[in-house]
């Protein structure tokens, strides 16, 4: 669970309602019916593998309320009062966060719900507000998708039961899987990294439509490029970008645009403060949103020179199963490094394994088979003359000197969509070789790859 600052802030600025967060207009935690609506949510989010509650927010349109705002916020939605609710209403108690960001010069809480659930936590005790029962007993409340895709908190329903029971599984599984990656000799590293970079012919077919999915994309990108302003545009040209295509094989057979905008946006797990393939739909600048052209969602998100939010996004979805994503490198973006000077290997680990990670997230929204191939193809740009450097987490250290020489690396990787997310470290590993590589021969270990990946999952940033 991330409850930093900085993660707070990002689901104040740019909220959105998914799978894994819920937003609500303001409830009073001391009344029963505040009492009933926290509850339902957090056990919601704790049996959909965590997430956050945002507080004080339209959930239509996504801005602030003032109607019901309690007069000191922090006394309202202090923590043991929260922790109380959950301690009453869940089977298996566990702990939630909160933490506070401004928005619009007033101040909102959210609740954060941790991950890690393996059981189901069913509600252990009724709540009955003015004769209408709002918690039941015994009922297990599940995050979940309505038939337009619109995310709710319900009673689970005969058709999530596999995705909970899945979600339970991937929870102990992971721990196996770690015990086991961390016990793998080098052989045996050696032998799965072989495994996951065989180049038979299904995966050269599969490589092949993500690499016309990438040139595609660019084409679509160079065309709204020409609609930000100049300022953008230089950052644009002159700074290091990466970008990802993402293609199903088969291709989705149902490629309706008519709920497929709002079932990915609801699916994506939100990993991070600035998600990959975000919903910009209800931003505050308008030009942020997507817009269906040539039977293909597309979006520009432009923020530069804007401290921690400044972004420069493209990214195109088409409901076939072919997603775009071009995006500046953070390492250019930030006042702590100069630009085109420095690659944070760590951001590299948390921003492959998000994208994995999300693409998942999509095929299992949208119903694919499990054994549906996933087919990611990765790029970076302008990495001449950098070094590698963990500039963002000074916790971490690499040797100093590290030069790259290329100005461009490409990494393919392909998973099924039935891997579970727990499993994914292998493939960012793989995904990342090659890159690494490029810094003087530089190899990353995959224990350092798997420690992070579980950071990622776990909303530990």
């Not at 029962?133 to 995310?151: I, M, S, W």
């Not at 309706?256 to 905008?261: A, G």
């Amino acid at each position: 669970m991330d409850l930093t600052q900085d993660r707070i802030n990002a689901l104040l600025v740019a909220p959105s309602e998914s799978l894994n967060v819920e937003i609500k207009s303001w409830i009073d935690p001391a009344s029963p019916e505040g009492k009933g609506k926290i509850a339902k949510a957090a056990l919601a989010l704790r049996n959909r593998n965590g997430g956050y509650l945002i507080i004080g927010l339209d959930d239509s349109t996504m801005l602030p309320v003032t109607d019901g705002r309690p007069a000191n916020i922090r006394t309202a939605f202090h923590i043991d009062i929260l922790q109380a609710i959950i301690s009453k209403y869940a089977a298996i108690p566990f702990e939630v966060g909160v933490g506070f960001a401004f928005r619009d010069g007033q101040e909102f809480p959210v609740i954060g719900v941790p991950e890690g659930s393996i059981v189901p936590v069913a509600c252990k005790a009724d709540l009955h507000v003015n004769g209408i029962k709002h918690l039941n007993q015994n009922a297990v409340y599940f995050r979940t998708l309505q038939a337009n895709g619109t995310p709710s908190s319900a009673a689970i329903n005969w058709g999530d039961w596999r995705e909970l029971a899945d979600i339970c599984f991937e929870n102990r599984e992971a721990d196996i899987g770690r015990f086991l990656r961390r016990h793998l000799d080098g052989n045996g590293r050696a032998s799965l990294a072989s495994a996951l970079s065989a180049k038979g012919t299904k995966e050269f077919s599969l490589r092949e439509r993500a690499a016309e999915a990438l040139a595609e994309g660019d084409r679509r990108r160079d065309q709204l490029i020409q609609t930000i302003t100049a300022e953008e545009r230089k950052a644009a040209g002159s700074l290091g970008s990466w970008s990802v295509a993402l293609v199903f094989a088969p291709s989705r057979a149902d490629a309706s645009n008519r709920t497929f905008l709002n079932t990915i946006s609801s699916a994506n797990p939100q990993l991070t403060g600035w998600p990959i393939w975000l919903d910009s739909r209800r931003f505050i600048d308008k030009s942020a949103a997507p817009r269906l052209m040539d039977g293909v969602w597309q979006s520009v998100i432009a923020n530069i020179g804007a401290g921690w939010s400044s972004h420069l996004d493209i990214q195109t979805m088409d409901a076939s199963g072919v997603f775009y994503l071009w995006r500046l490198l953070q390492d250019d973006l930030t006042n702590k490094v100069e630009p085109l000077t420095k690659l944070d290997p760590i951001l590299i680990i948390y921003r492959v394994a998000e994208t994995i990670a999300v693409g998942l997230s999509f095929a299992r929204a949208l119903g694919q088979a499990e054994d549906t191939r996933l087919g990611f193809l990765f790029r970076w740009d302008k990495l001449r003359g950098r070094t590698l450097d963990a500039w963002a987490d000074r916790i971490s250290y690499f040797s100093p000197g590290r030069e790259a020489f290329d100005q461009r690396v490409e990494s393919f990787v392909e998973v099924s969509a039935g891997t579970p997310v727990s499993a994914i470290a292998p493939a960012v590993g793989h995904v990342i070789a090659p890159l690494m590589r490029a810094f003087d021969g530089f190899e990353i270990s995959q224990n350092v790859v798997e420690q992070r990946v579980q950071r990622l999952l776990e909303r530990k940033l």
